[in-house]
């Protein structure tokens, strides 16, 4: 299975979309820019909450 038909269908939706509908580079430069910005976000999320490989609430007993 192609790593394409593994991502969530809302990403698939999503690249699909950029692919055959996105006819600006200004409207694809804003759509990097904002999905850039929701990722980074999560990685602090995950980060905060993710010390020394271990999810939060883990011993490492």
């Keep these: 299975m192609s790593s394409f038909q593994q991502l969530p269908k809302s990403?698939?939706?999503t690249i699909r979309y950029i692919l055959q509908d996105?006819?600006?580079l200004e409207?694809?430069?804003?759509?990097?820019?904002?999905i850039h910005y929701y990722?980074?976000?999560r990685?602090?999320?995950l980060n905060r909450f993710n010390w020394g490989g271990r999810a939060f609430g883990e011993c490492g007993y």
Excluded: A
């Design 11 to 13: 990403v698939k939706k």
């Design 22 to 24: 996105v006819h600006s």
């Design 39 to 41: 990722i980074q976000k």
């Design 27 to 34: 409207k694809l430069e804003w759509m990097e820019k904002t």
């Design 43 to 45: 990685k602090k999320e």
